[in-house]
DNA sequence: TAGCTGTCCGGAATCGTTACCAAGAAACAA
DNA sequence: TTGTTTCTTGGTAACGATTCCGGACAGCTA
């Protein structure tokens, strides 16, 4: 009585095993009356078919992962909720595996892979250095959503979709060098090479070079919350070391909208009015940034045509209807309250 | 040579495969020499033990699992930080399943019993209402957290950890009346009973009634968004709907944050100076509350507390060192910057 | 009636691992 | 030397499902 198993359940349908296999898998080979009894007893019992067991034998499933590496990320629901869609036309089943900030997500991956039949996996956030041997080594579809650049040679073996980090980052600065502003701060996360907060400072020196202004270094900021570098909390303790060292700005561009919102409040707070004292730019384009006051300026990645990319991709790759790709969306500026002309008297 | 097997690695170190096995499960019943050996040659192959397989035959497996359901929920990520380092301080593994909106936690729950060897659960999120004869049948200790009121009579089966919704709530209504706000509109959400929003509900019309204020339903609002009822959006959007009613009101209290930010955006649109014209009130206490401009007032649950004891009290029951608990936690009223006394004039 | 075909079903092998048992080797006491 | 204990090891039976194979039976044809 202890667990259920199919044994039981064939017994008290007086029919061998396999033609409760056959019941629970809509196998041709049973009769509609044999397996309606079936699932009624199963119905009556409760019993629920052990999916370890299931997995070893099995050959077919049709299961996708998602990982995702950082649950504070607010795009993430957004994204689950498109790709399930998609996952469900397609009969497929989805699990999702959260992923720890100290866990490498291929090796999660590769566990996973060893556990569960998957025909696919998707990638949400993590990171942009890959082990080239454990890329191998994982058999099985997957793409990249959102990691930021990700370089492969020759022929791919994956997918990646995302934003051009640096290009967009550029085109931010130089919205904010039209607008008038000379000296803008940049708030930035990371220091690895090829990280989304390298691109996005490639992308504000590309600008500041392009119109021949020299780096002030004394501009650059760099997070330093390591548990969660993308938060309010570090884009306000960061914007108060901005404003203690009295360097001059008249902008600031944060490279994600959270740290703009801590941007923001640490500016309300000492006095400065936004747009009129300082402009503030965001990055990424989540909700808050339009029901924030001020509203905020940012770039909007298209977040919900990268998610229904990514899920087509990966079918299409499943079914060997296509290749690998990868692909970059382009991102929109939207001009909200947040930033406006500098104030020349300033 | 497709999948790597306790037996390829057997025949490779020229040894029986219950030896590999007592090398990968720490046995004492092994010479180090052997084990040494065995386990140069597991990480030289790259052999992963298939877990399916292990959880079949497996009994003592240390691992918990982590339910959420809306995966939206801005504590959710601070909860499981929490849990997972005194998780890992026991030894355990710890799982998190996402629960879709459209499914039963409970059923969830009992899928997963049966494919990992689970010590315990910890419920996140989902609802009130529980299936007596399904609790029965999770034979494995679980933890509901922020759920709201759950009711048992008799010997508990299950531990719950909340703050008393209607308390609470009434005593945010409570401190709007003593500021003297007479016109107190509310935006809730749910309309079963015992549900969060109904609980806080209650706890407004306590605070009017104990009063003698009468109830008027006109200013008593239920958000239409059934996706993601608790966000700015539909805050937004019942917040217009408030306005163009032309009722008179000098507060709103929503009955979540991201419900109050959403309603600040309509107020401030309209021409409405928080809160000067209109006071507004929050409940949760997320970290938006404190960089919002205008900051907040709101219920604050002490989440981390809550997510301390909720594994504490998960393993004491593991451990048999107690019984089942249904816990309330005192929530602290913060006074910020949205609310104050309402304007006489008007 | 004999032979063939197709439908439906049960038995047994199998998946990769762990748990249990028995056995061999080594070490020690009598 | 012999018996007993301790350590280490390999063989084998589970675990709970799926899948393959063959058999029973009904229906059809010649």
Chains 1, 2 share one sequence.
């Not at 993430?76 to 036309?89: L, N, Y």
């Not at 600065?173 to 996360?189: F, S």
């Not at 009129?276 to 029901?291: K, L």
Request: hydrophobic residues 40%.
């Amino acid at each position: 009585m202890d667990e259920l198993t199919i044994k039981d359940v064939a017994k008290e349908c007086g029919v061998g095993i396999s033609t409760v296999s056959r019941a629970l898998n809509n196998h041709p080979d049973i009769s509609p009356e044999t397996k309606k009894k079936i699932m009624g007893v199963i119905k009556e019992t409760g019993y629920i078919p052990n999916n370890s067991a299931r997995n070893l034998k099995r050959t077919d499933a049709r299961c996708i992962a998602v990982l995702i590496k950082g649950i504070t990320n607010p795009f993430f629901s957004s994204i689950i909720q498109i790709v399930e869609t998609q996952v469900q036309k397609k009969k497929y089943a989805m699990v999702i595996q959260h992923v720890d900030a100290y866990e490498n997500e291929l090796d999660v991956a590769l566990q996973l892979v060893k556990e569960k039949r998957l025909r696919g996996i998707i990638f949400l956030g993590g990171a942009y250095q890959h082990d080239k041997r454990k890329v191998e080594k994982l058999k099985v579809p997957f793409v990249f959503c959102t990691i930021g650049t990700v370089h492969e040679t020759g022929k791919k073996t994956y997918s990646n979709i995302a934003v051009n980090d640096r290009l967009e980052s550029r085109r931010m600065v130089d919205y904010l060098l039209d607008l008038g502003h000379r000296r803008i701060a940049i708030i930035t996360e990371g220091t690895e090479a090829e990280s989304v907060g390298q691109l996005r400072l490639e992308g504000y020196k590309d600008a500041l070079a392009a119109r021949g202004i020299a780096i002030d270094e004394r501009l650059i900021y760099e997070v330093e919350d390591e548990q969660d570098p993308y938060s309010m909390e570090s884009g306000y303790a960061t914007a108060r070391k901005l404003l203690d060292s009295e360097v001059d700005f008249t902008a600031v561009f944060a490279i994600a909208d959270f740290l703009a919102v801590g941007v923001c409040r640490a500016l309300h707070e000492a006095g400065k009015r936004i747009p009129e004292d300082v402009s503030v730019a965001g990055y990424d384009g989540i909700t808050i940034g339009e029901f924030y006051t001020p509203q905020l300026t940012t770039i909007k990645q298209p977040i919900g045509k990268m998610a229904e990319k990514t899920i087509k991709l990966l079918f299409d790759v499943i079914e060997g209807k296509s290749g690998h790709e990868h692909i970059y969306f382009p991102a929109e500026l939207v001009e909200r309250e947040s930033t406006g002309k500098p104030n020349i008297s300033e």
